[in-house]
């Protein structure tokens, strides 16, 4: 199975874009939602067409990952954490810093 990096963008056609932050998350995006803009086999308008191979940007008016992660509250760093698996001891020990490392994004 391929191991995916979070956060990430996932993209469902006529659905504004989606940041998810763990496998988990990804799955429950459900069908339609894929990491690229474009399916492939699928035909490109031509706005698209004058755009390929161009850098996709995230929509300017989300949060980026480190945003979304300063919002939480350590409580919700910490249940997250516990259910990736982190030891639910060892989490309550960390402060919110340490557990934002731990979430892997910095």
Same mark, same amino acid.
């Given at each position: 199975? @391929?191991?995916?990096?979070?956060? @990430?963008? &996932?993209?469902?056609?006529?659905?504004?874009?989606?940041?998810?932050?763990?496998?988990?998350?990804?799955?429950?995006?459900?069908?339609?939602?894929?990491?690229?803009?474009?399916?492939?086999?699928?035909?490109?308008?031509?706005?698209? /067409?004058?755009?390929?191979?161009?850098?996709?940007?995230?929509? =300017?008016?989300? =949060?980026?990952?480190?945003?979304? &992660?300063?919002?939480?509250?350590?409580?919700? &760093?910490?249940?997250?954490?516990?259910?990736?698996?982190?030891?639910?001891?060892?989490?309550? =020990?960390? /402060?919110?810093?340490? &557990?934002?490392?731990?979430?892997?994004?910095?």
């Amino acid at each position: 199975m @391929k191991k995916h990096e979070y956060p @990430k963008w &996932l993209y469902a056609e006529g659905k504004e874009p989606r940041l998810v932050e763990s496998e988990e998350a990804h799955e429950q995006a459900g069908a339609g939602w894929n990491e690229s803009p474009v399916v492939e086999g699928q035909e490109q308008d031509e706005t698209a /067409s004058e755009t390929a191979g161009a850098q996709i940007e995230a929509p =300017k008016d989300t =949060k980026t990952s480190e945003e979304i &992660l300063n919002s939480k509250t350590v409580g919700e &760093l910490r249940a997250e954490l516990i259910a990736r698996g982190y030891i639910e001891k060892d989490v309550k =020990k960390m /402060s919110k810093d340490e &557990l934002v490392v731990a979430m892997g994004v910095f």
